[in-house]
């Protein structure tokens, strides 16, 4: 290992742990990460690490989502991966598959172990071998029904150091809260009563990172991951993982500190490891998580689900195009992860700053009208306001802010078909793929918002819909495949290629991407509203001697030719001809 790696490892220890011996604690961190003292790389990866191209895409997934009572949910997982998506994602994110008691999954009561209810460490690793698999690493709290917290109230070591603990009479006003619960929970140890942070809920005990130990365990958690197949790395919730009542308790100095260890770790693993944050934060802040090029390899980008929303539900993309133009691209080393829907919702905070409260509040409506729900955040000063929707994408689709019409299937299709253009690699929520609509029932039966978009499917039931062409199931199923397999042959989609936001009418969003080598260009345009919209080739600069051809359509375009129509919804990827 080299002596540069020993000396920004120490200097990020100081960082963290400035009373601590520095020297003492970069061993125990070699230790954990590497128990065994080999497969170690004798050099950092380079910034153009190699760790992605245009043929990245992810599927996210439960463990569970598609059941038949007689299988385990992870070996019905990979039939359904083995017949559908091979060849149109490469990477599959299962949420967390690990025992937890609440939150469906984000409780976790021991990250060794698979959930026996959907399988084994076999099965992970099996779909390891085919997909690149992506694992939560859900570092800011465990499940208080967890053996650690059980021996953290029995005040037995080193549990008993591990949860943070706070005074009521702590200044903790200005605590940044994704939740309405109380922060504090009082509960009885064997020295007494204890008031225990919970950023999010009662069940989910925040760990205290201030103590070393907590995140020498979580290397030794990391490793295990690794050696069981896990490539990308999900730091769940990490903004919130360090303390000081005072404070905002969030994306503090030491928070940042911690992530730039891991990602010095990782990028001397020999395993392509990508760290990947999810901060579901206002644009800077999530922007923040990129460093200097030494944080996370990949960060969501969080507005792009309400301003795609937004702009498929009003027919103007001025505020996602106003963003775009906006966004730097992402560092040499560095990528965005571009979604609309996950398992939580279509998150409000990225869209502070971005969209009027009034497009926010119709943008809302709008979502409800189709079935959405809204979960709120609690404000520092008592209130509250919209911190997610919760709805089904697809159902979400059905209604604009002039109500429902025709081209439903065509609005989704070009919402997903903008995530696949943009620069980044584009993940896909399996209910997305699946045109799954909102599941109420799941919400009365379970009682929490988020239910409504996390359906099981009964996997019998699922082949059926998607052997019917006529099912929505089937149709965006082929639609989203078929553009998949497309992108992934363009080097002009390489998630570091060059991009241009396109000056357009309203009712149009585009972007110039050109291949790092320059032999390719795409001008992907997409129509977000019901109105045909004619675009002059010389509008969008296409080179004259160049042969062109619209990717998605076939059809070849001319530059000196006719204007260029684009249908309600339509989506062109027109690139010079290879």
């Not at 944080?295 to 539900?313: C, D, G, R, V």
């Not at 019998?460 to 989203?480: F, I, W």
Request: proline share 6%; charged share 20%.
């Amino acid at each position: 290992m080299s002596n540069l790696f020993h000396t920004r490892l120490t200097e990020l220890i100081g960082q963290i742990y400035p009373d601590l011996d520095a020297d003492i604690l970069s061993s125990q961190m070699v230790e954990a990460f590497w128990p065994d003292g080999t497969h170690r790389r004798k050099r950092s990866r380079l910034p153009s690490n190699g760790l992605w191209s245009e043929h990245d895409a992810v599927l996210i997934t439960y463990g569970d989502t598609i059941r038949d009572g007689k299988h385990k949910p992870l070996d019905l997982l990979e039939d359904f991966l083995a017949r559908n998506m091979v060849g149109v994602v490469n990477g599959v994110h299962i949420l967390p598959f690990f025992p937890f008691s609440s939150d469906d999954g984000f409780a976790v009561t021991d990250y060794h172990s698979v959930n026996p209810q959907l399988g084994d460490w076999t099965d992970i690793t099996r779909i390891a071998q085919t997909f690149h698999l992506m694992s939560d690493l859900v570092l800011n709290h465990v499940s208080s029904q967890g053996a650690w917290f059980t021996d953290y109230r029995q005040g037995k070591a080193p549990y008993d150091r591990f949860f943070y603990e706070a005074n009521p009479e702590d200044d903790l006003s200005l605590v940044v809260r994704p939740r309405t619960t109380p922060l504090l929970q009082e509960i009885e140890t064997r020295d007494g009563p204890r008031h225990v942070w919970c950023t999010f809920s009662h069940d989910q005990i925040d760990l205290d990172f201030s103590n070393p130990e907590v995140l020498l365990e979580m290397l030794r958690i990391i490793r295990m991951h690794i050696d069981k197949g896990v490539r990308i790395l999900r730091l769940d919730a990490v903004a919130f993982i360090w303390k000081e009542p005072g404070t905002t308790c969030i994306h503090l100095p030491q928070t940042h500190a911690i992530v730039q260890l891991l990602r010095l770790l990782c990028d001397y693993a020999t395993e392509p490891v990508v760290l990947l944050t999810e901060t579901n934060v206002p644009r800077s802040e999530n922007l923040s998580y990129f460093g200097n090029r030494n944080e996370a390899h990949a960060i969501y980008n969080f507005p792009l689900p309400p301003l795609i929303l937004h702009a498929m539900q009003s027919g103007s993309a001025r505020y996602l195009h106003r963003w775009q133009s906006a966004m730097p691209p992402a560092q040499l080393g560095c990528a965005y992860l571009n979604f609309t829907a996950s398992h939580d919702g279509i998150g409000m905070r990225p869209a502070e700053g971005l969209l009027p409260n009034e497009e926010k509040e119709r943008m809302i409506e709008t979502a409800k009208a189709a079935g959405g729900l809204v979960s709120m955040r609690a404000l520092p000063n008592g209130q509250e306001e919209p911190y997610e929707l919760n709805c089904s994408l697809f159902d979400a689709m059905r209604f604009t802010f002039k109500g429902s019409d025709m081209h439903h299937l065509q609005r989704f299709l070009c919402s997903q078909t903008i995530v696949m253009s943009l620069e980044g690699i584009p993940a896909f929520y399996i209910h997305s793929f699946l045109a799954t609509p909102n599941d109420h029932d799941a919400v009365a039966r379970r009682g929490m918002n988020r239910a409504i978009n996390r359906h099981r499917w009964h996997y019998p039931d699922l082949l059926e819909c998607l052997a019917d062409p006529a099912s929505d199931q089937a149709r965006v199923m082929h639609g989203l495949s078929e553009r998949l397999r497309i992108r992934a042959r363009q080097p002009a989609f390489h998630p570091n290629a060059t991009q241009f936001t396109l000056a357009m009418d309203d009712r149009l969003f585009g972007v110039w991407r050109q291949s790092l080598d320059r032999h390719q260009s795409i001008f992907a345009i997409h129509n977000v509203s019901s109105e045909t919209v004619l675009v002059s080739p010389s509008r969008i600069n296409l080179i004259e001697g160049d042969l062109w051809v619209d990717l998605l359509s076939g059809e070849d375009i001319h530059p000196a030719g006719p204007e260029i129509p684009f249908a309600p919804y339509q989506c062109r990827w027109i690139s010079n001809r290879q």
